[in-house]
């Protein structure tokens, strides 16, 4: 049902983020992330690592992932999952290319 | 859903924390479950309470289980909510802040209170106790005051105590009643030892001291006046004189209770639905403190909560460690004197090692260790399964190592330990759930096994065995001096890689990952940052530097802080500043409301907390007063540490200040493999530290001694002396060319002195005092890369590059989410 009502908010364009870099966008209260892998496919998770709420968007990114700047965990991009032995999730939002825009799912 | 049984949990300590685990490894779904905790917080390992007092660990390193494990588990815990009131007959608990819940099943762990003796004076303001982290954090508050702390209680609690205070700079004395130390698990002689380590950590220790009273100013505590008419002034007294099981509660509801709340072998109180373990539990006459019972306990209550009624507790022979840094304990059942008993003694005086040994009918029924605790763990397990050891009698003292013929071969001890022997006491883990760890999940080294079992990931200790176990379990497979691979995506060592980028004149990442085969796209967070170093280095003007590919510090120049806010050092070259910097600082601290500002070891200032949108108008105004970045987050040249030589010190041998500056200026900006700290003293008192710095200068009246090598880090380590030189311009060709040298062999986070260690200390001195050629080949390098490196990061974000970083892409309103 949700993906149906799907709202899409433009926040900008892919050129706007590095490769391998991500953006911030300020959503309300909440910071969410969003990245742009080497193969130019984008993602978004809640700025918030699930071990110390560590900003996920200053990490390293990698294969899908991002290591946290804090305490290197390793979260997947596409799912918000902690990677290896560790355990978590951080929110991750849909997000979407329409030519070059980015788009945000931002309910419904 | 609707018929799951309910139950609830009074207290949060290990003991019911350990109990829900196995709860949950047996079946997740058996209950609803809710918690009571006094304590306004999650569950802790309070065993490392000592380590958090004495400053080793932060509460957050102590967690048991976090608030996402209570959500995922859908545990409902109500922190800050003591119980008032168990109702037996409607099965409901109300908490004080009026919470209820209703329960089928109840389970009181309210663990235990601190005996306070009811001395005159008891209830001043800073006599407290050590039972808690709120405990930790008063005592850690009061100990800034510096100062004298007494201890009254020379038991484990009261030792650890003393320790940790004085590990916070305190000074300490310990007040025992009896004559010797920890009189219940240890014997005099080991007690005597035990003092006397307590003497060489500057901790006074008055045994036989019976203390009057608490002497008071204004309802603050200012000392203790003891029976004899000693007084001695202190600014805090801790009670560490034992503990009472904390049984009011059961009581108050009806249900039988002696010194603690008396419990059967099946753990179920005077009321078959209501259960009780840990400190607050009495079973078959006795009460425990110690963890090892506690978890036993656990098992068998998590196992009756799924009807296993077979689950029985037959009671604990108890082992105790002291976790005093540098001191080795170990006790274990009992071992007083008496006809029907014989003891096996073994001294080392030089070595400080006492141990003994007390056996009943050819079994041990009592070890004291000290110095040498390594076999407390095989003398505990005999102990406990009552092992005849009339075979082995000779030879019992020194060790499972000797037994059997075998040779002195420790991992053979390890092997023979059976697989429920405790191997990693912080975390309960034993050798069997280790083992199968490593079979089943495939581990192959002491990280996987720290991620997976947490065994040896609290205090270390354990290290060792676990790493035995590794050898053991996985044979020829396991070898820990293997070349390592630089992370996941390739089999090749750093010294490899490094070979190669040279030798295949490789001049970017893709191209190293592509030639090298690496096993992934674009690496990983381990090797992205290295081969970025080994690429800026090696080719300083063709490569392009990958900020994706630097840790955040580096590619924002400043450094992330816990809470995701950033911290700026400027560079105060050689330590030395003016009120117009001084001021110009206030000013930006002023002006963007600073939280905090602090001078660092390295002689210069710390502005803390900065949010990020702010740095690039942070450094702008740093920059107009002439500030540079520290590289306060680099790998790279940090600070030169001086002191003010002959400019002011009357035993200054040269200008070490200006040598100081003038190394830092020829220096910076310069990326090495990890930090890299340097320091000019201007005479043999060395007030700038240079002995423990990667590269130190000591000033002498003929000329300098070129130190390298130290490190005051996670290792503490005095420099090796690289060789002596006449002039300053000598000083900075040899400095510089041994920077050089380092910054193309190391590999990246590999500190000076492990650098030095792998290559060996001759080999570099011969290359950098004894060759002439190379020595100059190195400062050419070391120059030529310089003209790429000395840039101000600053004052180019200040014009705009990587603006990016610094700003949100896009601010959504809320009403674009309705």
């Known amino acids: 049902m949700n993906a149906m009502m799907q709202t899409w908010a433009k926040i900008?364009?892919?050129?706007?983020?590095?490769?391998?870099?991500?953006?911030?966008?300020?959503?309300?209260?909440?910071?969410?992330?969003?990245?742009?892998?080497?193969?130019?496919?984008?993602?978004?998770?809640?700025?918030?690592c699930p071990h110390k709420n560590g900003p996920l968007s200053q990490g390293i990114i990698h294969d899908g992932c991002v290591t946290c700047p804090l305490h290197n965990w390793v979260i997947s991009l596409e799912t918000g999952k902690a990677q290896g032995a560790d355990e978590g999730e951080t929110k991750s939002f849909p997000i979407k290319l329409d030519g070059e825009d980015i788009l945000l799912g931002v309910g419904g | 859903m609707a018929d799951k049984q309910k139950l609830v949990i009074i207290g949060n300590g290990m003991a019911p924390g350990r109990m829900l685990e196995y709860l949950f490894e047996i079946d997740a779904d058996a209950y609803d479950i809710t918690i009571f905790n006094a304590e306004p917080r999650v569950n802790y390992n309070r065993l490392m309470l000592s380590p958090v007092l004495s400053g080793e660990?932060?509460?957050?390193?102590?967690?048991?289980?976090?608030?996402?494990?209570?959500?995922?588990n859908a545990v409902t815990l109500h922190k800050s909510a003591p119980v008032s009131e168990i109702d037996r007959v409607r099965k409901i608990v109300t908490s004080e802040n009026g919470l209820t819940a209703d329960y089928d099943k109840l389970v009181i762990a309210t663990g235990s209170n601190p005996f306070i003796i009811p001395l005159p004076g008891h209830d001043l303001d800073g006599v407290l106790t050590y039972r808690d982290l709120d405990d930790v954090e008063c005592m850690i508050e009061v100990a800034q005051k510096k100062g004298r702390a007494v201890v009254i209680g020379g038991g484990l609690l009261g030792l650890e105590a003393a320790a940790g205070l004085r590990m916070q700079g305190m000074d300490v004395t310990v007040l025992h009643l009896m004559p010797t130390l920890m009189e219940r698990q240890l014997d005099p002689a080991a007690g005597y030892l035990l003092k006397n380590a307590f003497d060489d950590l500057g901790i006074d220790v008055i045994t036989e001291a019976s203390t009057k009273q608490i002497l008071g100013h204004d309802g603050e505590v200012v000392g203790v006046e003891l029976e004899d008419g000693t007084r001695i002034d202190a600014c805090m007294v801790v009670m560490a004189v034992g503990i009472r099981p904390s049984a009011d509660l059961a009581k108050e509801a009806g249900l039988e209770t002696g010194r603690g709340i008396i419990v059967s072998d099946d753990m179920r109180t005077s009321d078959p639905d209501v259960f009780s373990l840990g400190e607050c539990a009495e079973h078959r006459g006795m009460c425990y403190g110690l963890v090892a019972p506690l978890y036993d306990m656990a098992k068998v209550i998590a196992r009756q909560l799924v009807g296993d009624a077979a689950a029985a507790y037959t009671g604990s022979v108890t082992a105790t460690k002291l976790?005093?840094?540098?001191?080795?304990?170990?006790?274990?059942?009992?071992?007083?004197e008496a006809d029907d008993r014989e003891e096996i003694v073994l001294r080392d005086a030089a070595a400080g090692v006492y141990k003994r040994l007390a056996l009943k009918d050819d079994k041990i029924i009592g070890a004291v260790?000290?110095?040498?605790?390594?076999?407390?763990?095989?003398?505990?397990?005999?102990?406990?399964?009552?092992?005849?050891?009339?075979?082995?009698?000779?030879?019992?003292?020194?060790?499972?190592?000797?037994?059997?013929?075998?040779?002195?071969?420790?991992s053979a001890a390890v092997a023979a330990l059976p697989d429920d022997a405790e191997i990693c006491g912080c975390n309960g883990i034993c050798k069997g759930t280790i083992t199968n760890a490593i079979q089943s999940k495939g581990l192959t080294g002491l990280d996987d096994v720290r991620a997976h079992t947490k065994a040896s990931a609290s205090c270390g200790t354990c290290t060792g065995l676990v790493e035995q176990l590794l050898g053991l379990t996985l044979g020829d497979a396991y070898n820990p001096s293997a070349v390592s691979a630089m992370c996941g995506c390739t089999e090749l060592g750093h010294s490899e890689v490094r070979r190669l980028i040279k030798a295949k004149e490789l001049k970017s990442i893709p191209a190293v990952m592509q030639e090298l085969e690496w096993t992934t796209s674009c690496g990983c967070a381990k090797c992205r940052p290295a081969l970025n170093y080994y690429l800026v280095c090696d080719w300083p003007d063709e490569y392009a530097d990958d900020y994706q590919s630097r840790f955040i510090n580096e590619r924002v120049h400043a450094n992330i802080q816990k809470d995701g806010t950033y911290s700026v050092v400027p560079r105060?070259?050689?330590?030395?500043?003016?009120?117009?910097?001084?001021?110009?600082?206030?000013?930006?601290?002023?002006?963007?409301?600073i939280p905090a500002v602090k001078v660092t070891g390295g002689q210069r200032i710390d502005m803390l907390g900065i949010k990020k949108e702010d740095l690039p108008s942070v450094w702008k105004d740093l920059g107009e007063a002439g500030f540079v970045s520290g590289q306060a987050y680099a790998k790279g040249l940090r600070t030169v540490k001086t002191c003010v030589g002959t400019d002011w010190c009357r035993f200054g041998t040269q200008d070490s200040t200006g040598l100081g500056?003038?190394?830092?200026?020829?220096?910076?900006?310069?990326?090495?493999?990890?930090?890299?700290?340097?320091?000019?003293?201007?005479?043999?008192?060395?007030?700038?530290?240079?002995?423990?710095?990667?590269?130190?200068?000591?000033?002498?009246?003929?000329?300098?001694?070129?130190?390298?090598?130290g490190a005051a880090g996670l290792d503490i380590k005095g420099t090796e002396i690289l060789g002596n030189v006449k002039t300053e311009a000598e000083v900075k060709e040899h400095v510089v060319a041994l920077a050089q040298m380092y910054r193309e062999q190391g590999w990246y986070l590999e500190r000076i002195y492990k650098w030095a260690k792998r290559i060996g200390v001759d080999e570099i001195r011969r290359q950098i005092m004894d060759d002439k050629a190379m020595r100059e080949a190195y400062f050419e390098r070391f120059v030529f890369s310089q003209k790429f490196a000395q840039v101000d990061p600053w004052s180019e974000r200040v014009s705009g590059k990587d603006k990016h970083e610094f700003k949100p892409m896009a601010t959504l309103s809320l009403e674009a989410a309705e």
Request: proline fraction near 3%; charged fraction near 30%.
């Open chain 1, 12 to 48: 900008g364009v892919i050129s706007d983020i590095p490769a391998r870099g991500a953006r911030c966008i300020k959503f309300g209260e909440m910071t969410v992330a969003v990245f742009r892998t080497s193969d130019d496919r984008v993602f978004a998770l809640e700025d918030k």
């Open chain 2, 57 to 72: 660990k932060a509460y957050e390193d102590i967690i048991t289980h976090d608030d996402k494990w209570y959500e995922d």
């Open chain 2, 323 to 336: 976790k005093v840094t540098g001191i080795d304990l170990y006790s274990a059942g009992d071992f007083a």
């Open chain 2, 369 to 410: 260790l000290y110095g040498d605790t390594a076999d407390g763990p095989w003398f505990f397990d005999m102990l406990k399964k009552e092992t005849d050891v009339s075979e082995m009698r000779e030879t019992l003292i020194f060790g499972q190592a000797y037994q059997g013929g075998a040779a002195l071969d420790p």
């Open chain 2, 572 to 593: 105060m070259w050689g330590g030395m500043t003016s009120s117009f910097e001084l001021r110009a600082i206030a000013d930006v601290v002023d002006k963007f409301e």
């Open chain 2, 661 to 709: 500056i003038e190394l830092e200026k020829f220096m910076w900006g310069s990326w090495t493999p990890a930090k890299l700290k340097m320091a000019v003293s201007g005479c043999p008192r060395n007030c700038s530290e240079a002995t423990c710095k990667d590269i130190g200068i000591i000033c002498v009246d003929s000329g300098y001694e070129i130190h390298f090598a």
